[in-house]
């Protein structure tokens, strides 16, 4: 198996290193052996997991510039923070998750791939968003299926400092939910900068990445209390 995953992975993310093929390897036996425990991911199959969720991941790499602070909300079981981090060791990464047995599975991956500069944070999105510690602080923030973009962009855009990017990920068909987030982005003091739909190497699996850039200071007041974004996005 162990040379065969390798291949596999190499196949659709040429370039890793010996370490970083072996730290894949790794995290996907713990996601598996976890996932037996708590609920993690529906994807099981070797090959739908180096496709689903590492290429997947990696798709914003090329958005995230060098020796960047970057924030997951929402990450969940570590997508995409910790595939990143494994390419990228010059990231400084932070992985935020309301479900504390999800940070005790992602504590064990970054102590097994003896990975540097990686925090977890057990926090509701709208409560990091205004711990003064977090807020406006980081280069980058990201989030993959996790809420819809009026909503997410209430999570993501406080967490950002001026000229800072949000990197909203997506599946197919989001011309209006994009439509309907504009007000909030406005709002929050965003603006969509770019919008780029692809499919995942070697399938038909159709992806979003839009990418929103931090031009104004977020209002004080945003994000509001649990619940309310999800509630009511702002319209």
Same mark, same amino acid.
């Given at each position: 198996?162990?040379?065969?995953? =390798?291949?596999?992975?190499?196949? $659709?993310?040429?370039?890793?290193?010996?370490?970083?093929?072996?730290?894949? *390897?790794?995290?996907?036996?713990?996601?598996?052996?976890?996932?037996? =425990?708590?609920?993690?991911?529906?994807?099981?199959?070797?090959?739908?997991?180096?496709?689903?969720?590492?290429?997947?991941?990696?798709?914003?790499?090329?958005?995230?510039?060098? =020796?960047?602070?970057?924030?997951?909300?929402?990450?969940?079981?570590?997508?995409?923070?910790?595939?990143?981090?494994?390419?990228?060791?010059?990231?400084?990464? &932070?992985?935020?998750?309301?479900?504390?047995?999800?940070?005790?599975?992602?504590?064990?991956?970054? $102590?097994?791939?003896?990975?540097?500069?990686?925090? &977890?944070?057990?926090?509701?999105?709208?409560?990091?968003?205004?711990?003064?510690?977090?807020?406006?602080?980081?280069?980058?923030?990201?989030?993959?299926?996790?809420?819809?973009?009026? &909503?997410?962009?209430?999570?993501?855009?406080?967490?950002?400092?001026?000229?800072?990017?949000?990197?909203?990920?997506?599946?197919? *068909?989001?011309?209006?939910?994009? *439509?309907?987030?504009?007000?909030?982005?406005?709002?929050?003091?965003? =603006?969509?900068?770019?919008?780029?739909?692809?499919?995942?190497?070697?399938?038909?699996?159709?992806?979003?990445?839009?990418?929103?850039?931090?031009?104004?200071?977020?209002?004080?007041?945003?994000?509001?209390?649990?619940?309310?974004?999800?509630?009511?996005?702002?319209?």
């Amino acid at each position: 198996m162990e040379q065969n995953f =390798k291949q596999k992975l190499l196949q $659709e993310i040429p370039d890793l290193t010996e370490q970083m093929q072996q730290q894949f *390897e790794d995290y996907m036996k713990l996601l598996l052996e976890w996932n037996e =425990k708590i609920n993690l991911t529906a994807i099981t199959d070797e090959n739908d997991i180096i496709q689903k969720h590492f290429v997947d991941s990696l798709t914003i790499s090329k958005y995230i510039k060098n =020796k960047t602070s970057i924030v997951d909300v929402g990450t969940g079981a570590g997508f995409p923070g910790i595939p990143i981090k494994i390419t990228r060791q010059d990231v400084n990464v &932070t992985l935020v998750d309301s479900l504390n047995k999800r940070l005790l599975f992602l504590q064990d991956v970054i $102590e097994k791939l003896n990975l540097k500069q990686v925090q &977890t944070v057990h926090s509701r999105a709208e409560e990091f968003g205004q711990n003064k510690k977090y807020r406006e602080s980081f280069d980058v923030a990201v989030s993959r299926a996790v809420a819809n973009m009026s &909503t997410l962009v209430e999570y993501l855009l406080p967490l950002v400092k001026l000229n800072g990017i949000c990197i909203c990920m997506k599946g197919p *068909e989001i011309k209006e939910e994009i *439509e309907a987030s504009k007000k909030a982005i406005q709002v929050l003091g965003g =603006k969509i900068e770019n919008i780029e739909e692809f499919c995942l190497p070697n399938s038909d699996i159709k992806r979003n990445i839009i990418i929103i850039r931090k031009i104004n200071s977020t209002p004080n007041k945003y994000p509001r209390k649990p619940g309310t974004p999800a509630k009511e996005p702002i319209k």
